[in-house]
């Protein structure tokens, strides 16, 4: 399994970015994706996930309304659209995905290497 994440980058408050993940490795169409975020002396924490179809997506209450998650399965890429973005928002973003590894439903995580995100003027 492999995770790439990209498309990350210093941006002022008010600006937009789209970060991608490339993901490889397993059946991307079947899993849940995730977007996660850890800023310096902070836990990581869940950004949004998108069901494997796409059709149900989940937000934290931070960033509602403001970032958009969204998958082609086709591409086996996943994507994050940051709008009105914060300097809060400053963060390594990681991309993550649980697997079913065993018969007996044993499950891994799996995260890319991550991609910084820094909002300041």
């Known amino acids: 399994v492999q995770l790439v994440e990209s498309g990350g980058g210093l941006v002022q408050p008010g600006g937009s970015l789209r970060l991608s993940c490339a993901a490889s490795?397993?059946?991307?169409?079947?899993?849940?994706m995730s977007w996660y975020r850890q800023a310096p002396g902070k836990e990581r924490e869940l950004v949004a996930d998108?069901?494997?179809?796409?059709?149900?997506?989940n937000y934290a209450n931070s960033v509602k309304g403001r970032f958009t998650i969204s998958r082609d399965n086709a591409k086996n890429t996943v994507y994050l659209q940051m709008n009105s973005l914060k300097p809060e928002d400053t963060a390594a973003y990681y991309c993550?995905?649980?697997?079913?590894?065993?018969?007996?439903?044993?499950?891994?995580?799996?995260w890319g290497q991550g991609t910084q995100v820094t909002v300041s003027s």
């Open positions: 490795g397993f059946i991307f169409s079947r899993y849940v």
């Open positions: 998108i069901s494997s179809a796409g059709g149900n997506t």
């Open positions: 993550h995905v649980q697997i079913v590894v065993s018969i007996y439903g044993n499950l891994r995580d799996y």
